[in-house]
């Protein structure tokens, strides 16, 4: 059905007449339900035009004449110096963009193409071919779409365009009257783009696909915003150009109608061309895998040991789980935490101590449980050094959790002690007295503050914490008398 009525003619035609879009008639009409939009470009270009001729077949008191009008505006010879009637000027205006003169590649003034050829099928085809190319494992995406930020100072002037008319009538219309063009956008592509990757969008979705369209030809539209409201336009770091689409907004929130009007044409110039698409990008959002590990060498840094640009050591934990998981998950990188930490020279037994890992831009992240025991297992398999246990895939808030135990959780310590004496019962006695506390302070603090303890004059120290982990530490013993 046709959205438009006899109300929406004046406006219509006014648009319609200035080289604007079907569609962008419909968002500044208020037309604010999704079916009229998904019709083809071709089916609404020839509704408007019908729309826009009954007009003068209404208006038109005598029929013969208006059929020889009608046949004169699609020969392509209508001229309006000849239309001796006055009610006929209304279509004189939209004779500018009349279909003779190839309203097909007519780029709309105000989208820029955006709501005519990107809508196509066609477009949404290659966006998708894009997506399946990319080799994401995905059941459902989100969608984003980047608009040139001038799309806005065309929409501004083609809104004061309409406002000013309507007004004539005794009519108002607000900007938020006008149907959003990404909301309208939206309206068309996603069940196209739903349809091709046999998948729903999902606002929740971590895939996310993102098209960025750029139309270099105009890029000076927002040039004039600079020069007038100069504090909307601060540079940024990381943006190309401080002409954003919210430095451009907020100019045009604050722009006097009548400034606007002096420096930017109401209505808009046609474009030449359309919109070009800088990128199409997918992006998965980051999944997380926890487990314990149990470390077993003596010679194995936590993470990656290098001072100075020059590894110390060939390997670390992080490494030889992380390597395995970023390979099989075919992510683009990670991040690693630990629960708590232990030195280079000391064993982490028992249980294992907790660790998770965030994949980052994972491409493959569907596994049975079968696969991670698998995954799991090769890990183990791969090196003497460590062993790995309770391999799963966890969500975001299970790390937090993490490391809010890390925080909570209380250790109990027993230290195995060398002498280069042989102890006495007295000794162990003297031992028994030292309330022994354990944190993170080295050898040198136990030697300044019990000067009977020499350097190599103690062992080990066990630790057993709340995650029942057990491991031997010779570096954090601190002890207080
Ligand atoms: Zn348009």
Redesign the pocket.
């Known amino acids: 059905m046709f959205p438009l009525t006899e109300e929406n003619k004046h406006v219509a035609q006014l648009l319609f007449g200035t080289g ?2 079907p ?2 008639i419909f968002r500044f009409c208020g037309v604010d339900f999704h079916a009229p939009y998904k019709h083809s470009y071709e089916e609404l270009l020839n509704d408007i035009q019908k729309f826009l001729k009954d007009e003068l077949i209404l208006e038109v008191p005598n029929p013969p004449l208006k059929k020889i009008r009608l046949q004169e505006l699609e020969d392509g010879i209508d001229n309006p110096s000849q239309n001796g009637e006055n009610k006929i000027s209304v279509i004189e205006d939209g004779s500018i963009a009349s279909p003779n003169s190839n309203l097909n590649v007519n780029v ?1 003034n ?2 820029l193409g ?3 050829e990107f809508c196509e099928k066609e477009f949404i085809k290659k966006v998708c071919q894009k997506v399946e190319a990319s080799g994401f494992e995905f059941t459902n995406l989100v969608f984003s779409v980047s608009f040139p930020p001038q799309l806005s100072v065309r929409e501004h002037a083609a809104w004061l365009l309409v406002k000013q008319e309507m007004g004539k009538q005794s009519l108002s219309l607000g900007r938020n009257d006008i149907v959003q063009l990404k909301e309208a956008y939206k309206w068309i592509t996603y069940p196209l783009f739903s349809e091709e990757l046999g998948v729903p969008i999902d606002g929740k979705s971590l895939f996310e696909v993102s098209v960025v369209f750029a139309h270099p030809e105009t890029v000076g539209d927002c040039h004039f915003l600079g020069k007038i409201l100069p504090d909307c336009f601060k540079p940024a770091q990381n943006k190309q150009s401080v002409f954003t689409r919210m430095a451009v907004m907020k100019a045009l929130n604050k722009i006097k109608e009548e400034d606007f009007r002096k420096q930017f044409p109401c209505p808009p110039n046609s474009p030449k061309a359309v919109c070009t698409v800088l990128e199409i990008e997918c992006a998965h959002g980051a999944v997380f895998v926890a487990g314990r590990y149990n470390k077993y060498s003596r010679n194995l840094s936590q993470t990656p040991w290098i001072i100075d640009g020059e590894r110390k050591l060939e390997s670390s934990v992080e490494e030889l789980i992380s390597d395995h998981l970023l390979t099989v998950f075919k992510a683009e990188s990670f991040n690693f935490s630990f629960s708590g930490r232990e030195d280079v020279d000391v064993r982490t037994l028992g249980n294992g101590r907790p660790f998770a890992i965030e994949l980052v831009n994972p491409h493959r992240v569907h596994f049975t449980s079968q696969e991670i025991k698998e995954l799991q297992q090769k890990i183990n398999k791969s090196s003497n050094k460590i062993q790995v246990r309770d391999l799963q895939l966890v969500s975001r808030e299970a790390i937090g959790h993490m490391k809010e135990g890390e925080e909570e959780k209380t250790k109990t310590y027993s230290a195995l002690i060398w002498t280069n004496k042989v102890i006495q019962k007295k000794d162990i006695e003297f031992l028994n007295d030292i309330k022994v506390h354990l944190f993170r302070h080295r050898v040198a603090q136990l030697k300044s503050i019990t000067p009977s303890f020499h350097a190599g004059s103690f062992g080990y120290i066990t630790e057993l914490d709340q995650w029942g982990i057990s491991r031997t530490d010779k570096g954090n013993l601190w002890v207080k008398i």
């Open positions: 604007t879009c569609r962008c709309c105000v989208c955006i709501l005519q």
